[in-house]
C-alpha cells in the first residue's frame, strides 16, 4: 500500500481536525454563525502574528497579500528597498517594477543573510524612501534575515518595514509589535497547516498613514475596503469560508501548543535535518549561521542529480520533498521542517533520502543520517 508524506516548504500537510472541518456543509458568510468564526480567526491570527495591528484576510495565494503591502502604500515612482537574496525576495522587487514603483535592490548572495547596515546606509542616503520589502525566511535558499536588527534600522527613519513572514510565521519568532514591523504578509499552506487559499496582513498605524496618500491602482486587494467592511465584521467580497473556518481550527491547535513552545520545536528539528545532512557528509547551502530554521536547503554531492533523487523519492518511496528554484535548480533539494511535521516525519525523509542516495551510488554508511537526527531530537 502505499502511503505520502510531505515535506516540502509549502504546501504542507494538513492535520485530521482541520482536515474534518473542510469536508463540512458551507455555510453562508453573513451571518452571526460565520462572523463569530471570522472574529474569532482574526484575534487568534494577531496571538500568532504577535500583533494588535489590524489583520486582514484575502481569497488568494500568499503573493495576492505581498501585492496588497506594495499597491497599498505606495504611489507610482515612489522608491522602496528591496532585499534580493533568493526567488521571493525578487518578487519583491517584480511587484514593484508592476506598479511603477522604483525599485532599490540589495542583492544578497543567495547563501547569506542581509545586513542591516546596508539597508541603513541607503536609508540615510535617500530620505524619500518609502518602504522597505524584506523577508523572513527566503524559502528558496532556507535562509533567515534578521528582522529584528533590521526594524532597529528601520523603526526611526520615515520608511515603513514590510516583511513576507509566508514561510515564517507560525514557525520563526516574528516579535511584529516588539520589533516595530510595520507590515507582515503571511499565506495559509505553509506554517499555518491549511491548504493554499488564504493570504494575510497585518497593518501598523505608521502604515496606514501611507494608506492615505497611495495612489497605486487597486481594487480586489484595497486595505481601505477591508477596513471600512470590517467595521461590520464583514470582508468587502465572499470571503474563503471553508478555509476560514479551517483556520480557525488550526489557529486554535497552534494557540493551545503555544508560540514559543512551537517554535522551540521546529529549531530542534531544524537541527537534527542539518546533523543528519552532515553525517552523510553533505553540505548545507545556507552559510554557518544564517540558516532558517523553517527548512533547510542541502546541497548535492557530486555525481548526483538532484532533480532525479528528488523525483525517485516522490514517485518511488513517496517521500515529497523539494528540489531548488531557479539557480539553484539541480543544485540543491529543500526538506520542510514547518506545519504539520513531526520528528518522526523527519526521520523518514532522511531514511528515505538516505535510500536513494545509495540507489544512486553515492558512498556512506546507511544510517548515518538517522542517527545523527536521532541524536538531536532524544537529547
Ligand atoms: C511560498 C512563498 C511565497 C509565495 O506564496 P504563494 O502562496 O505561492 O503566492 C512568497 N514568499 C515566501 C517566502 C514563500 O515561502
Given at each position: 500500500m502505499k502511503k505520502d508524506y510531505l515535506l516540502t516548504p509549502g504546501p504542507t500537510p494538513l492535520p485530521p481536525q482541520v482536515m474534518e472541518t473542510l469536508a463540512r456543509p458551507i455555510i453562508h458568510h453573513r451571518t452571526p454563525q460565520f462572523q463569530a468564526i471570522l472574529k474569532e480567526a482574526t484575534e487568534n491570527l494577531k496571538y500568532v502574528f504577535q500583533t494588535n495591528n489590524d489583520i486582514f484576510i484575502f481569497a488568494s495565494s500568499g503573493t495576492g497579500a505581498m501585492e496588497a503591502a506594495v499597491c497599498n502604500f505606495l504611489s507610482p515612482a515612489d522608491s522602496a528597498i528591496t532585499v534580493e537574496g533568493g526567488k521571493f525576495g525578487e518578487r519583491w522587487s517584480e511587484l514593484c517594477t508592476a506598479f511603477g514603483i522604483k525599485s532599490i535592490p540589495?542583492?544578497?548572495?543567495?547563501?547569506s543573510s542581509v545586513e542591516p547596515k546596508d539597508i541603513e546606509k541607503l536609508l540615510k542616503s535617500d530620505k524619500n524612501i518609502k518602504a522597505v520589502f524584506t523577508t523572513l525566511c527566503e524559502t528558496s535558499t532556507g535562509v533567515n534575515h534578521d528582522i529584528k536588527a533590521i526594524a532597529q534600522v528601520v523603526k526611526n527613519t520615515d520608511a515603513v518595514l514590510v516583511v513576507d513572514?509566508?514561510?515564517g510565521l507560525g514557525v520563526l519568532d516574528l516579535q511584529t509589535d516588539n520589533w516595530c514591523v510595520d507590515v507582515v504578509v503571511s499565506g495559509s499552506q505553509k506554517g499555518l497547516m491549511l491548504p493554499p487559499g488564504l493570504s494575510f496582513i497585518s497593518v501598523s498605524q505608521k502604515a496606514w498613514k501611507l494608506i492615505e496618500t497611495s495612489r497605486c491602482q487597486k481594487y480586489y486587494f484595497s486595505l481601505k475596503a477591508a477596513k471600512k467592511a470590517w467595521d461590520s465584521v464583514d470582508t468587502p467580497f465572499t470571503p474563503a469560508i471553508g478555509l476560514i473556518i479551517a483556520l480557525n481550527e488550526s489557529l486554535k491547535m497552534i494557540k493551545k501548543e503555544g508560540l514559543a513552545n512551537i517554535f522551540a520545536y521546529y529549531k530542534k528539528l531544524a537541527k537534527a535535518t542539518r546533523e543528519a545532512a552532515k553525517a552523510l557528509g553533505l553540505k548545507i547551502y545556507a552559510k554557518e549561521g544564517c540558516s532558517s530554521d523553517a527548512l533547510t536547503a542541502i546541497e548535492v554531492p557530486d555525481g548526483i542529480d538532484a532533480e532525479k533523487m528528488v523525483k525517485t523519492m516522490r514517485d518511488t518511496y513517496q517521500v515529497t520533498i523539494a528540489g531548488g528554484q531557479a539557480e539553484l535548480k539541480g543544485k540543491v533539494f529543500r526538506i520542510a521542517h514547518m506545519g504539520y511535521i513531526n520528528e518522526f516525519d523527519i526521520l523518514t525523509a532522511i531514511s528515505c533520502l538516505e535510500k536513494v542516495l545509495k540507489e544512486m551510488g553515492y558512498n556512506f554508511q546507511l544510517g548515518q543520517g538517522v542517527a545523527a537526527a536521532q541524536k538531536v531530537i532524544n537529547a
Open positions: 540589495i542583492k544578497v548572495e543567495w547563501d513572514a509566508i514561510s
